[in-house]
């Protein structure tokens, strides 16, 4: 499916979306409430870290900005090897472990019953691509799926990726993307090791089931074969930079070196992206920031000619492109902000001859597409609510009718263009995910998949609803919350509020089996989905980013607030999280109201804003540009991001407890800002509330890799959050 937004940065896995998992205990939880919450530092029996303190100043548009942590970045980064960092880092990481070993019963207990929510020897739906039949499975304990493919007719099973056996000799694995040749006779796959998101490329003959000699190194992680099967596809990351700057085409049996550039990137606050039409006909390269997407074009099968650039960076709009028969078809902001859908002949695309076929709505925000040879799907979400619309090319089109709302739905993997269905993915938060394919001739769902929890799960026993609650300016913002349905809105239970709000990255109501650890203790569960996503459209987005960003800080507050109005929890009673932009969130949220939290996670959080945007030799600071604004050249951004950069108005008061996690490899968010955030932190606050830090030494953005690796990382996060609340089992 053709995305928007499909190419920007930090597009993360949220809290909710980073793990298959599956089930639920059929009896609730009993929970031990303390008077005084476990969180005291005096409780822990070896001295919270301290790092030293050395002022490093810089001056801007005659503002002055002081740093005493700024020598927690290594100076020779992306190369981390300064003992005195390193020390500092696994000190906090031995403070943190001796609060994890002093509460091994609650983490174990955890694990267990997150582990018991896991179908261990699931089995993926299969599908039909190129005339083999395709699907994964995982063995009992095992971390990583092993992929199987069938050839139509045969009986004789294929393995054709073993994730397990692959990731065996490394701590940190994770496949980027893998795919097969046109003719069916090689694999090409990426592979990170070390979570830095800087992958190598390797090709496999499925034939005499031997490696080529062909290994690509600094591969972005996407990949694309040709038309013929020995040309791939990559875009190729800049040396110690985390920035790709070209599309290559590598010819099998080829050294990396005689790899031919068939687009350049010069503007650094760009980045670049590509991907086949459904029909895979042409190969379209994408080139976007922010707001903006310039879209090129070339015949898949003679990669050597010309790009055609279809949609200029000049004409100053986002859109996405795919392509059926003698026609492509386009969503695109050009003419309102929620996106048209429009159609233009292949053998002259120029824009003026675009042809609108759905207007842009005020309440309908269109998503994404997908073209089929006999039909064309549409993602959009109509006044917050996903939809899923099904079209023939005569310009008719009906809305899938799903069994509840508000739910997630979205497109599931649909490689065959020619196929008479639409497979769909849907859930709720209080529905396990169920996959359906729709016949698009007779208009049925078919259920195919519904997710498996063994250890039991009763929806009945839990209630969801969405409530608009008023922001301080007047705005209604969305709520999605979960809770067991004897849930009594008296203001005694405890609850956690979640929340991103940046990039338009909407966080959806999707089913969690890790939630359920928190419902049966007798929570409520929130997601608010704030300004700065885009759950009520592009304008929603637009309204909390650059002058407007501190919105997305008020929203959630406000959300706080009012939740405790209403009964679903009190003062002191909410437990907050958020990661990357959404720790962000974290930092600003704890520092304008931090009597509000129970508790706080921050995860991989990006609260050392302001010097972030003023270190351009960051290969991702360029393009936030657009995101933040530009403190360098605009005096103007720069007081506005000190105003509201968390790490910068750490103030000398009582905070509630926190838990910053970070990855010594991450290159989206650093591992010096939480770091910072941390050392600061704890020097300033006047309380002796807990602050732990977990810096993660062998992974990057995305925590540990496999199934259960994942599991265990939540399940110190959520003791964390339950002995906070004073709850011990």
């Not at 859109?319 to 429009?342: E, Q, V």
């Not at 940046?502 to 419902?519: K, M, N, Q, V």
């Amino acid at each position: 499916m053709r995305k928007i937004f499909q190419s920007k940065i930090y597009l993360l896995i949220c809290f909710f979306a980073l793990l298959i998992l599956n089930a639920c205990n059929e009896q609730d939880v009993e929970t031990e409430m303390d008077d005084k919450a476990y969180n005291r530092i005096s409780e822990l029996s070896i001295p919270a870290p301290k790092a030293k303190r050395e002022l490093n100043q810089l001056t801007y548009h005659g503002r002055d900005l002081e740093d005493h942590y700024f020598w927690l970045k290594d100076q020779s980064y992306p190369v981390i090897d300064d003992t005195e960092v390193l020390d500092y880092l696994n000190a906090e990481n031995r403070y943190f472990e001796h609060f994890i070993d002093s509460n091994s019963e609650l983490v174990d207990t955890l694990f267990e019953e997150f582990k018991g929510r896991v179908e261990e020897e699931e089995k993926s739906l299969p599908y039909i691509k190129n005339g083999y039949e395709y699907w994964w499975y995982y063995k009992k304990d095992s971390d990583y799926p092993t992929y199987v493919r069938r050839k139509i007719g045969s009986q004789e099973i294929q393995i054709i990726l073993d994730e397990a056996k692959l990731a065996a000799d490394y701590d940190y694995f994770v496949i980027g993307d893998w795919k097969i040749s046109p003719d069916n006779t090689l694999l090409a796959y990426t592979q990170d090791t070390s979570g830095d998101e800087r992958y190598v490329l390797k090709v496999f003959d499925l034939d005499s089931m031997q490696y080529k000699e062909d290994v690509l190194t600094d591969v972005q992680g996407d990949i694309l074969f040709g038309a013929n099967s020995d040309e791939i596809i990559y875009s190729l990351l800049e040396k110690d930079r985390w920035h790709a700057k070209e599309v290559k085409v590598h010819k099998i049996g080829d050294s990396q070196s005689e790899d031919k550039t068939i687009y350049s990137e010069e503007d650094d606050g760009f980045f670049i992206n590509f991907y086949l039409t459904s029909d895979e006909e042409y190969l379209i390269i994408s080139s976007s920031r922010s707001e903006v997407t310039e879209i090129y074009l070339v015949p898949r099968s003679n990669l050597s000619s010309k790009l055609l650039k279809v949609v200029s960076r000049e004409q100053g709009f986002d859109s996405t492109i795919d392509h059926s028969d003698d026609r492509f078809y386009i969503l695109a902001n050009d003419s309102h902000k929620n996106f048209r859908f429009a159609s233009v002949s292949d053998i002259d695309p120029d824009y003026e001859k675009w042809e609108t076929i759905l207007d842009g709505s005020d309440s309908r925000y269109f998503l994404g597409l997908q073209t089929f040879k006999d039909f064309i799907v549409l993602k959009c979400r109509d006044n917050g609510l996903d939809k899923i619309l099904v079209g023939n090319y005569s310009e008719s089109f009906e809305s899938v009718e799903f069994p509840e709302s508000p739910a997630s739905v979205a497109l599931g993997y649909n490689p065959e263009y020619q196929q008479s269905f639409v497979r769909l993915s849907f859930q709720s938060m209080i529905t396990p995910r169920t996959t359906f394919d729709y016949q698009v001739q007779d208009k049925n769902l078919i259920t195919k998949k519904v997710q498996v929890i063994p250890s039991g799960y009763e929806k009945t026993r839990y209630k969801t609803e969405r409530i608009m609650i008023k922001a301080r300016d007047g705005k209604d913002i969305p709520v999605s919350l979960v809770y067991k349905s004897d849930f009594v809105k008296d203001g005694n239970s405890p609850m956690m509020l979640y929340g991103y709000g940046a990039y338009g990255s909407t966080i959806s109501p999707t089913f969690s089996t890790l939630r359920l650890s928190l419902l049966d203790r007798g929570f409520a569960y929130a997601i608010a989905h704030i300004r700065g996503g885009s759950m009520l459209g592009y304008q929603w987005y637009l309204d909390g980013k650059l002058e407007k960003r501190e919105n997305t800080f008020n929203d959630f507050v406000d959300v706080g607030m009012a939740l405790i109005k209403l009964g679903y929890s009190s003062k002191n009673n909410i437990s907050i999280s958020g990661r990357s932009a959404g720790g962000e969130l974290m930092g600003a949220a704890v520092i304008q109201s931090p009597e509000l939290w129970r508790s706080v996670i921050l995860g991989v959080p990006f609260v050392d804003v302001l010097n972030t945007m003023l270190d351009e030799s960051l290969p991702l600071t360029p393009p936030e540009w657009e995101e933040w604004g530009n403190p360098i050249k605009s005096p103007e951004a720069f007081d506005l991001i000190k105003g509201y950069s968390p790490y910068d108005n750490i103030k000398s008061e009582d905070y509630p407890p926190m838990l910053v996690t970070g990855g010594l490899n991450d290159p989206r968010v650093t591992y010096w800002e939480p770091a910072k955030w941390t050392a600061k932190m704890r020097h300033l606050k006047t309380d002796d509330n807990l602050l732990l830090m977990r810096m993660n030494m062998g992974s990057g953005h995305f925590a540990n890799s496999g199934r259960f690796g994942r599991l265990k990382d939540y399940a110190q996060e959520y003791s964390f959050v339950l002995r906070s609340h004073g709850i011990e089992r």
